[in-house]
């Protein structure tokens, strides 16, 4: 399995021009690596000039967030099927600071971005962490929830992320342990496995939560983590490549 590195621009960078002056240089570093998936996930105001750039398999484009429907009155919003035509492969789905990410609208983005051929890459994680465990009893009803009603044949390609809500951003304060990780992204294969069967296995579960060049190597020996999401460190494209070099070595 390729390791994958997601890059979450959130709402970066402010214009056009530097957006695809910073995908430029990333895309002369990246491409051509085969054991790495790049998923770059723009502002979808960029996302159709961007994918302009490439055609590399390896180098692919997210959406950051799609509407619970394919049309309507609701404002402000991006339809699965609007994303597919300007060149988004994935959806990102459940991430703590989009809008309507509890687990019964992330259903239906869910099922939007199936219906779209998108392949949904999802988000889940603890706000907190408790002595007696019960933030793994809310993360197990939240992935169910999420899951309800959708037939485990369609749920074999997603993609999902462990992103504890406590460990995102530079004000992080603790430094998240990989055996946490480990642990972490066990219980959630595991509840995969309840849910959808055997297939469940191969799903690549990803960490998320402040990764940065100096912690990438150390996530990456967790031998259950498949990839990793970045927010802050793929602001800066020369930060990314230097990450990216780290994740290619391993």
């Keep these: 399995m390729k390791k994958i590195i997601v890059a979450n621009w959130k709402l970066n ?16 570093h990246i491409i051509g690596s085969r054991s790495i998936q790049t998923i770059i996930a723009p502002p979808t105001a960029f996302l159709y000039r961007l994918s302009q750039e490439t055609k590399s398999q390896s180098l692919i484009f997210a959406v950051q967030d799609v509407s619970t429907d394919k049309n309507g009155e609701l404002v402000g919003e991006t339809s699965a099927p609007q994303a597919k035509s300007i060149g ?16 019964e609208n992330v259903r239906m983005k869910l099922a939007q971005s199936i219906k779209s051929g998108l392949v949904p890459i999802l988000f889940f994680g603890e706000s907190d962490l408790d002595e007696k465990g019960k933030f793994l009893t809310s993360l197990r009803n939240d992935i169910r929830s999420t899951f309800k009603g959708i037939n485990p044949k369609f ?11 406590w460990a995102v951003g530079k004000s992080a304060k603790n430094k998240i342990p990989p055996k946490h990780i480990h642990t972490m992204t066990l219980f959630i294969k595991k509840i995969l496995i309840e849910i ?22 150390e996530i990456f020996s967790v031998p259950t983590v498949d990839g990793v999401v970045l927010g802050r460190a ?15 070595s391993l």
């Design 13 to 28: 960078p402010e214009t056009l021009n530097d957006a695809i002056n910073n995908f430029k240089y990333l895309k002369k």
């Design 88 to 103: 988004a492969k994935c959806a990102l789905l459940g991430h703590s600071a989009s809008l309507k990410n509890d687990p």
């Design 155 to 165: 749920l074999k390609g997603i993609v999902v992320v462990y992103e504890p809500v």
């Design 196 to 217: 959808i069967g055997s297939s469940a296995k191969k799903i690549p579960i990803l960490y998320g939560g402040s990764v940065n060049p100096d912690n990438v190597e």
């Design 234 to 248: 793929s602001f800066n494209p020369k930060i990314f490549v230097r990450l990216f070099e780290i994740v290619k």
